[in-house]
């Protein structure tokens, strides 16, 4: 059973920076794509950015050029670094990972983090 751990949630001022990491544990042959999302009190969760096992990176226009996604296939660990932070931003992030088990597997499988939260403070 593959399981993400989170880490590096908190809280932080306006302007300033947090790195989230999602580190996934269990059987996985090859992750496909990577991926943060988050969910703000009462709203509906959103895709923030993704990196497929290509390097190719995608983000939601609220934080294009000031967060990072990237990943570490051989620990099979993403990474969200978030910089000039804003008050909007204070959700609950989660990672996905898509990932194959074996070799052989034709279906992927998506996999969740438990949530760690990011409060932004004006």
């Known amino acids: 059973q593959v399981q993400l751990v989170e880490s590096g949630g908190g809280l932080v001022q306006a302007g300033g920076s947090l790195s989230l990491s999602c580190a996934a544990s269990?059987?996985?042959?090859?992750?496909?794509?990577m991926g943060w999302y988050r969910q703000a009190s009462g709203k509906q969760r959103e895709l923030v950015a993704t990196?497929?096992?290509?390097?190719?990176?995608n983000y939601v226009e609220s934080v294009k050029g000031r967060f990072t996604i990237s990943r570490d296939n051989a620990k099979k660990t993403g990474y969200l670094q978030m910089n000039s932070l804003k008050p909007e931003d204070t959700a609950v992030y989660y990672c996905?990972?898509?990932?194959?088990?074996?070799?052989?597997?034709?279906?992927?499988?998506?996999?969740w983090g438990q949530g760690t939260q990011v409060t932004v403070s004006s």
């Open positions: 996905n990972f898509r990932y194959y088990s074996r070799s052989f597997t034709k279906v992927p499988t998506d996999s």
């Open positions: 990196i497929t096992s290509g390097g190719n990176t």
């Open positions: 269990g059987s996985i042959f090859r992750i496909d794509t």
